[in-house]
T-cell receptor, first 112, second 112 residues
Framework: DAGITQSPRHKVTETGTPVTLRCHQTENHRYMYWYRQDPGHGLRLIHYSYGVKDTDKGEVSDGYSVSRSKTEDFLLTLESATSSQTSVYFC???????????FGSGTRLTVV | GESVGLHLPTLSVQEGDNSIINCAYSNSASDYFIWYKQESGKGPQFIIDIRSNMDKRQGQRVTVLLNKTVKHLSLQIAATQPGDSAVYFCAESGNAGNMLTFGGGTRLMVKP
């Protein structure tokens, strides 16, 4: 997706290990979001950021932390991965308009 | 709490036919709705949106209908093509902020 990249695209990790997913944008958008997508649940908001060092929790934030030290990067960290965190994670960016969400291609995380 | 959901998890249509994908929402304060298309291995992409002061909006081959009385939203795709095969889901926003709540998704399969 133009202007937004997620890394890695795929990752397999063991239970109890820390994992960091990266979202990078080149659009200079103010807002950045992390979602997880699971069958039957659609996209659920984990955390979001409304500026550098300004973040807030979403509906499924337990077990996750985020950081945004630069406008272009939004990191999602699983401090100690659990099998329930196996999911596809999507990052989205927005200039502040509800219409203007742009999503990354996703990171498929498997916790074994 | 508020939720957005979809009536049919899978819809199979013949190429050339029209498709109708439905969505129910429960937040009567929702004032903005979006339909997204998600192809395999990709992030969701914006298709069309509608504000609550409208009951119909048309795009290229797509039409969104909003019935606020019964809190129902539908996406109509005319002359469905194989490239329309994807998961479609609706999203709603019920405040002045930048937050969206997503539904669970319907898979559209187009038979040649």
């Amino acid at each position: 997706d133009a202007g937004i990249t997620q890394s890695p695209r795929h990752k397999v990790t063991e239970t109890g290990t820390p994992v960091t997913l990266r979202c990078h944008q080149t659009e200079n958008h103010r807002y950045m979001y992390w979602y997880r997508q699971d069958p039957g649940h659609g996209l659920r908001l984990i955390h979001y950021s409304y500026g550098v060092k300004d973040t807030d929790k979403g509906e499924v934030s337990d077990g996750y932390s985020v950081s945004r030290s630069k406008t272009e990067d939004f990191l999602l960290t699983l401090e100690s991965a659990t099998s329930s965190q196996t999911s596809v994670y999507f990052c989205a960016i927005s200039p502040g308009d509800r219409r203007g969400y742009t999503f990354g291609s996703g990171t498929r995380l498997t916790v074994v | 709490g508020e939720s957005v959901g979809l009536h049919l998890p899978t819809l199979s249509v013949q190429e050339g036919d029209n498709s109708i994908i439905n969505c129910a929402y429960s937040n009567s304060a929702s004032d903005y709705f979006i339909w997204y298309k998600q192809e395999s291995g990709k992030g969701p992409q914006f298709i069309i949106d509608i504000r609550s002061n409208m009951d119909k909006r048309q795009g290229q081959r797509v039409t969104v209908l909003l019935n606020k009385t019964v809190k129902h939203l539908s996406l109509q795709i005319a002359a469905t093509q194989p490239g329309d095969s994807a998961v479609y889901f609706c999203a709603e926003s019920g405040n002045a902020g930048n937050m969206l709540t997503f539904g669970g998704g319907t898979r559209l399969m187009v038979k040649p």
